[in-house]
């Protein structure tokens, strides 16, 4: 059973940094792209990075691009993000999962998620 948690939300505020994790369990890490998602209050998922399986290639939405990094510990079956110069709009929940395209209706479920919220 593929099981991700996230975690490493919180409140912040604008121009502050953050570091999420997940950690997963239930399938063999290492050989999947890993993603994170974000839902925003009133509004749909959203796909917001992804990274290749061997943590080598890194893909970003514009809207996070040159803010965000995405990286990934393959020994410890774990993704991270990491969100610097945060903005309001970044507020949302985080969520990661295998990647499976940009799409959020390519997945089936999802994991809890961990709330960011960027306000002063």
């Known amino acids: 059973q593929v099981e991700v948690s996230e975690s490493g939300g919180g409140l912040v505020q604008p121009g502050g940094s953050l570091r999420l994790s997940c950690v997963t369990a239930?399938?063999?890490?290492?050989?999947?792209?890993m993603a994170w998602f974000r839902r925003a209050p009133g509004k749909e998922r959203e796909w917001v990075s992804h990274?290749?399986?061997?943590?080598?290639?890194?893909y970003y939405a514009d809207s996070v691009q040159g803010r965000f990094t995405i990286s990934r510990d393959n020994r410890r079956n774990t993704l991270f993000l990491q969100m610097n110069s945060l903005r309001p709009e970044d507020t949302a929940v985080y969520y990661c999962?295998?990647?499976?395209?940009?799409?959020?209706?390519?997945?089936?479920?999802w994991g809890r998620g961990t709330q960011v919220t960027v306000s002063s």
């Open positions: 999962a295998r990647f499976v395209g940009r799409s959020p209706a390519n997945y089936g479920s």
């Open positions: 239930g399938f063999t890490f290492d050989i999947y792209p």
């Open positions: 990274i290749d399986r061997g943590g080598e290639t890194t």
